[in-house]
């Protein structure tokens, strides 16, 4: 078990698809099609949870695509075996991924996506993928990496040290080693900028509305989870947790995350 439920992937998932930055993945699909001689793209996707990267990604792209769907967690390679079932094109392949991208998962692949999943891995983790994707010319679109930012409508005293914690929190090992947390959208940049790709980037920030109770109280959850853990005053998290709560029940709260996508092009 991976720790992210399908449900939260579920709620999360429209929230998702409205933070996409259009213009990375526009560069991404330009630099894809082009590449490509004939017959359907084929496309790898890291950390693939229940296939949102493909579903967010195939109704902008005109040409064929066949996927490659990896993932570790049993839960969600079942709901994903079931959402694509019957589809000759998609498979989805069980594959830990916490040494590194394994070469045969790369073989016939014409580009790597990853949606919500550099945050998770470790900044070496980035650097080898940049290595092997840079061997072998593949392009990389990068979506929807956290990048630090977090701010809510009502503000709250108490919201900067919740962020601070959080980000604190981040960097926990999720079995790639230290994570890169908010780090990875710069990181990233910057590995695959030193290996001679050209990097087009953009903000993917969610924008979670007064009406989106559900998904807000399962962020504001998480938040008081991880302040929780890394110290932060118990009874003033408590009354911080407890207002939120209350201004989600009655549809006060906005709140935004930051987010950044990003595309790696192979020059
Ligand atoms: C935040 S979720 C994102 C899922 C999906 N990309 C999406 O956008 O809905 C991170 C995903 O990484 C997967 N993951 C975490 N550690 C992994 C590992 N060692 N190998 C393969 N997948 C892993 C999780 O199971 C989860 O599906």
Redesign the pocket.
């Known amino acids: 078990m ?3 439920s399908g449900d939260w ?1 579920s709620a ?2 429209p929230v ?1 698809l409205r933070a996409r930055n259009a213009n990375v993945r526009d560069a991404f699909v330009a630099d894809v099609t082009a590449r490509s001689a004939t017959g359907p793209i084929r496309l790898l ?9 493909l579903r967010a990604f195939a109704p902008h792209v005109a040409t064929p695509q066949a996927w490659r769907l ?4 049993p839960a ?1 390679i079942a709901r994903a075996r079931t959402l694509f079932s019957g589809e000759r094109d998609i498979e989805v392949v069980e ?4 040494d590194g991208v394994p070469e045969a998962l790369l073989e016939g692949v014409d580009a790597v996506t ?4 550099l945050d ?1 891995v470790s900044a070496e983790w980035v650097a080898a993928l940049a290595r092997q994707l840079a061997g072998r010319r593949l392009p990389f679109l990068a ?2 990496s956290y990048d630090g930012r977090l701010s809510l409508a009502p503000s709250d005293p108490l919201d900067e040290s919740i962020r601070a914690a959080m980000n604190a929190h981040q960097h926990g090992d ?3 080693g230290p994570a890169l947390g908010p780090q990875a959208a710069d990181h990233t940049r910057d590995v695959f900028q030193a290996a001679g790709f050209r990097v087009v980037e953009g903000a993917s920030d969610w924008e979670a509305e007064r009406h989106e109770q559900a998904f807000q109280s399962m962020l504001v959850d998480g938040w008081a989870g991880a302040a929780r853990e890394m110290a932060v005053d118990a009874d003033e998290l408590s009354r911080w947790h407890e207002r939120r709560r209350h201004e989600i029940e009655t549809e006060r709260l906005v709140t935004r995350v930051g987010h950044r996508d990003l595309a790696a092009l192979p020059g």
Request: proline residues 0%; without cysteine.
């Open positions: 991976s720790g992210f992937l999360r998932e998702d996707d890291l950390g693939a949870g229940t296939g949102a990267t990896a993932e570790y967690d969600l594959a830990d991924l916490a990853t949606s919500a999943f998770l979506m929807l999720k079995g790639f």
